[in-house]
Nanobody
Framework: QVQLVESGGGLVQAGGSLRLSCAASGNIFNVNAVGWHRQAPGKQRELVAVTTSSGSTNYADSVKGRFTISRDNPTNTVYLQMNSLKPEDTAVYYC?????????????WGQGTQVTVSS
């Protein structure tokens, strides 16, 4: 079993910064990708940023140049540095970890952390 615990959310004014952390524990192996998604009220969950086992990263167009995803492999922790925050960034942010092998894939989610950006 794998557990993901997010932290670092909170209330910040527009233009401010936050850093989210996601600590993974448990039986972790064959990690394919780790990333952050978010869900605003009344909207579908969307990808924010992802980093793969090959080291590549991908960001939603709406956060490019403002958010940075990074990972610390020895501690199984992934971070999301969020700068120049906007009110439209307000959402619950979820950490996601995907493990995969030949003919199987498992996806795990954290419980989410609230980010609120005031104008």
């Amino acid at each position: 079993q794998v557990q993901l615990v997010e932290s670092g959310g909170g209330l910040v004014q527009a233009g401010g910064s936050l850093r989210l952390s996601c600590a993974a524990s448990g039986n972790i192996f064959n990690v394919n990708a780790v990333g952050w998604h978010r869900q605003a009220p009344g909207k579908q969950r969307e990808l924010v940023a992802v980093t793969t086992s090959s080291g590549s990263t991908n960001y939603a167009d709406s956060v490019k140049g403002r958010f940075t995803i990074s990972r610390d492999n020895p501690t199984n922790t992934v971070y999301l540095q969020m700068n120049s925050l906007k009110p439209e960034d307000t959402a619950v942010y979820y950490c996601n970890l995907v493990m995969s092998g030949r003919q199987w894939e498992r996806s795990y989610w954290g419980q989410g952390t609230q980010v609120t950006v005031s104008s």
